[in-house]
């Protein structure tokens, strides 16, 4: 009767045994059942977990591969409309140090660039900062912000996943616009580079894309172009070649850019 394994998971969590919780969750994805499982009681247990890992109370079954399968499942679950965004959302925030692909915070930062501005303002002081005592939570709250913004790998897109100009100049516009607001403007050519190099070339192929180039070259910021320039050049990696290949690979390589410009 897999109503009482949900009764079970819930008084341990009731009781601060949550790590046992945890490791009974982890039994069941193991054995794929945890569809048998209240998702509740899954949010739940991943809320209160993390008291124990501070404290270092417990035993707990491979945290970090563990929270990555019963997140796909969430997210599934998600798909299904059988979970809320905002639960998902709360377990990536506090997960943030040990997810590598937080989807639903992606998706937020897509909907409300005031997030991002946040994020922004949480991690870099302002451009006339006054110099005072830093509390604990405060550095909590900008590791963890530091940490999402280095994880973001998307810009908005339409319904139809391509990235619509438009709706990216609109959110490029209201972040720069709250930036100047906070005095953290200097930042922004930095941050908008670092979130624009996760386009992909649609239409000609080219990389950046079109809609992203337009941005480029309506901002005319120099850092933000020389930063896109560094990426390209970097972008190739390694290379290897036979002994009498010479310098084929970068002839077409040139040409390849050539054709791009």
């Not at 970090?64 to 499942?73: F, P």
């Not at 002081?125 to 509390?135: A, D, L, Q, T, Y």
């Not at 900008?142 to 438009?166: C, F, G, M, Q, V």
């Amino acid at each position: 009767d897999y109503s009482e394994i949900n009764y079970y998971i819930s008084e341990l969590n009731k009781y601060w045994l949550t790590y046992i919780a945890f490791n009974e969750i982890w039994i069941f994805e193991h054995d794929n059942k945890l569809n048998y499982l209240d998702n509740d009681f899954i949010i739940e247990t991943l809320e209160k977990l993390v008291y124990f890992i501070n404290k270092k109370i417990g035993h707990i079954h491979s945290l970090e591969y563990e929270l990555e399968r019963i997140l796909d499942y969430l997210y599934n679950e998600l798909d299904k409309w059988k979970i809320s965004e905002d639960k998902i959302f709360n377990i990536e925030i506090i997960y943030i140090k040990i997810i590598e692909d937080p989807k639903i915070i992606n998706r937020f930062i897509e909907k409300t660039p005031e997030l991002f501005v946040d994020l922004i303002c949480n991690v870099y002081k302002s451009h006339n900062w006054v110099k005072e005592e830093v509390s604990e939570q405060q550095k909590s709250i900008a590791h963890n912000s530091y940490e999402i913004l280095r994880k973001i790998n998307t810009i908005p897109w339409d319904d139809n996943w391509k990235i619509d100009y438009y709706v990216l100049k609109d959110w490029v516009q209201k972040v720069l616009v709250q930036l100047k607001e906070k005095d953290r403007y200097e930042v922004w050519s930095q941050k908008l580079w670092e979130l624009l190099i996760h386009c992909l070339g649609w239409d000609d192929w080219i990389w950046p894309c079109e809609e992203v180039r337009k941005i480029i070259e309506e901002e005319s910021n120099i850092d933000i172009i020389t930063w896109f320039y560094i990426w390209k050049r970097n972008s190739r990696w390694t290379t290897s070649r036979w002994i009498y290949d010479w310098w084929d690979q970068e002839r077409i390589l040139a040409n390849n850019f050539y054709a791009d410009a």
